[in-house]
């Protein structure tokens, strides 16, 4: 009878511990970039248990208290929401959020704030495979660029935009395909016909990117399936 009693209080005490140690609240620290690497300030960091809205700070840093198994969500406008599950192991987290494909926000969270509407990310140049000209009577994504879009040259398989100049020697423009940077190789495998629109950004209007966006940007988007 002894035994029984205290196998029953041990019971008791593991589950006591367990329940304490499923609400006890852990510290998160993280970071929220775009682009992998361009910090985004005041992003909105919501905890699902508690409904606690953190914002994060000049270099996109963020501290909270959450349970163990918690969820966050983490938003920017202009930039696509993302969803977060807390780990058990995670103490660091890093988030990276896309920019969505319009260029017509009215604010865009960026490494030094926000960009109002009066400095809002217009391109110098965009073309569209819904204009005119047909996409697919060109032989590459090269004869497209630059017999579509005045001021662009391609030297070396790169492709320059005449006004800006890098200091750091090179002066080939940041390539973002649907909303990811890629190198040249996966720009020469696009096809024409894939190809839905382009974009040309510099100056101030390709502030978003940060210093990777000094020489400007082409922003192509493609065609997604049924268009």
Known sequence: MKNSY????????LTFISFKSEGQEKRIKGFVTTFDSIPLINAKIIVSSSKLIFLTDSIGHFELNCLPTDRLKISANGFSTQKVKIKEENKMLHVNLKLKTSLKKDKISVAYGYVKDDKKLFSIASISDDDDDDFAQYADIYALIVRKLVGVQIINKEIIIRGPSSINGSNAALIIVDDVPVNIQT????????????????????????????????IIEMKKGGE
């Not at 205290?6 to 005490?13: D, E, G, H, K, P």
């Open 187 to 218: 720009l020469e495998g696009l096809r024409p016909f894939n190809v839905k629109r382009i974009s040309l950004l510099k100056d101030g209007s390709a502030a978003i990117y940060g210093s990777r966006g000094a020489n400007g940007v082409v």
């Open 6 to 13: 205290v196998t029953f209080a041990i019971i008791l005490i």
